[in-house]
Structure formats: structure tokens, C-alpha cells
């Protein structure tokens, strides 16, 4: 799915598995702004290790959910000579920010070498086009496989264990690992969701409906909701001022709905200002979610944002089938972007 002039998600219907022609060479590392869990890496000086490089940015579901399986192998093959660098390329304007990836780095576990991409030099250099995308670099520093997509992790790590053979280790384990993810970690459902990543700013926002119009653009509107919505559209209460990127809420009270038919419902959220707590509350189908509220809410719906992050809102067992999302936001500030689904 594009989701922006030079990038697109890949969730796990779209994932596939490639050989490289040994000839490629893995490009420079400079290009990064900060190094986070560890000192600037060069290539030159990975020469001998087996190198995974994981292309991923810390709002997007699909390069969440691939996590619990980098941390595995880096912490599995560490000492036979494996090295993972997760090299973190924004989306949205705030994943630029070096503070603001340390500390989702941090809160999502991450202790192997994050590259802080900010200005997309490595994206551009590696030839990449999706998150999350997987690089495997042999002892020679040739770019071997290239994996786009969550899924086939089987297939990933038994590459990890040929290129380590091939460095001349005869100590590489053969069994693979079965990492459990929590919250926006877990695993997809069974079943593709019928509802798409939807974005909420004005340049890619589709989907969206009202009972005065289409979104607008610059300053705050007040927006009267729609009537009713079908599948997959949303609408807006209160009142709003709308951007390329994102919805900002201009006074408290504001809701946002959205009917989808999903497992999970995450809402990309972020304040005005850092340090800010906004409070929300969240209704499927009318009442309290109950058990099936996300991680970042309660069964009452009551949870509250503290950072510029994805947050999962609903978690539902069982089958997925058609709901109606509504999040009530109790404070101003708020700044939403994109939903996604699983």
C-alpha cells in the first residue's frame, strides 16, 4: 500500500523472499543521523560478521510485529557472529525525532544497534521501497537476500544459519525460534482484515464522510458527523483543523468513528506538546470494549496518550466481523494520523 512519495507498507499477504546477485556490495552506513544501543557502524568494519539490517519505522504495525524475531536471533546469534541493526526510516514527521525513536527503541525492547535514518540516506542507498524490509549480508559484506514483509520467519532465520556456516561456524544451531508478541508485537490474525490502513491527513486521507462536506484543510472547522457510516468509512465531531499529515483536535470533546471489520484497530496518536497526557475513551458498537479493549486501553475504554506512537485500542478473540469504532478525546491537542488493522 503507498503511503508516501517514497514508500510503502508490506503487511504479510504481500511478504516474499529474494536472492541477490553476490556481487552487491552493503552500501555505507554514514548516512545515518544518530546510532542508538551503540557507537556509528561502518561496513568496513562488519567485514567477518553476518549482517541483518531491518528496515522499519516504530508507528508502522507491520514493522512492530517482526520484533520478537530480530530480538530472538540477535540475542541467539549474537555470539556467533551475527549483527542486527535495525536502521529506523520516519513516516510521519515525528519518528524524525532522535528523542522520540530512543525512546520507543527502549520501550519496545530493542537493545541491538538502531541507525537513526532521519533523512532516508540509507532507505535511498539499500534500494528500498517498503516496511519492513529485511537485509542479509554475508562475512564478505555482500548483500545476499533481500525479504520484504512480515511471515516466512523460518525462512529468514535458516538463511541467518547458512551465512554463519558459511563465515565458518560449525556450532550454528539448526532449530528455530517461536517468539510470542504481545500488545502491537502480536502476531497478525488468521485472516487478512477487511479494513485497509487508512490515513486521516488531507493528502492521503480516504474514506472519510460527514454531514457538512469534505475534510478542510487549514484552520479549525467544526465537523458535524456523519449520519451513519458503511465499511470502512470514517467521520469527525467536533472541532478540528486538518493538515497534509494529520488531525489535530482544536477543543476537547472531539470523536472520531470508524466502521471496520478487523481483529485489531490501532489509531497512530501524538500531543501538541511533549510531556502532555490526553485523555480518551473508546466504544465498539456503542458500549465499553470490554475484553476485547487493545493494550493501550481498559475494559471500561479509558486509557490515555503519553507519546507520539501506534497505540492498539481494540483486540477482539475470535472472529473478526463488522464493528463500529468511536474514540472520544476529553482533552485538546491531539494529533491523529493514521489507523491500521490486523
Known sequence: MLTSSYSQRVNAGGDWLAAIAPKSRMPALEGAIAWINSPPLAAADLLGKVVLVDFWTYSCINSLRPLPYLRAWAQKYQALGLVVIGAHTPEFDFERDVQNVSRAAKDLGIVYPVAVDSRQVLWRAFGTHAWPTLFFVDAKGQVRHRKVGEGRYDEAERIIQQLLREAGRSDVPTGLVSPQGQGTQAASGLRPPESAETYLGAKRAEGFVSADGALRRGRSHIYLPARGLSLNQWTLAGSWRVDDERVELAQAGGRIAFRFHARDLHLVLGTSHDGMAI????????????????????????????????????????????????????????????????
Open 279 to 342: 485523555r480518551f475513551r473508546v466504544r465498539i458498537d456503542g458500549e465499553p470494549p470490554g475484553f476485547s479493549h487493545g493494550s493501550d486501553v481498559d475494559a471500561d475504554g479509558v486509557g490515555h496518550i503519553d507519546a507520539p506512537r501506534l497505540y492498539q485500542l481494540v483486540r477482539q478473540s475470535g472472529t473478526a466481523r463488522e464493528r463500529l469504532f468511536e474514540i472520544e478525546f476529553l482533552d485538546a491537542g491531539l494529533h491523529a494520523y493514521a489507523f491500521t488493522f490486523g
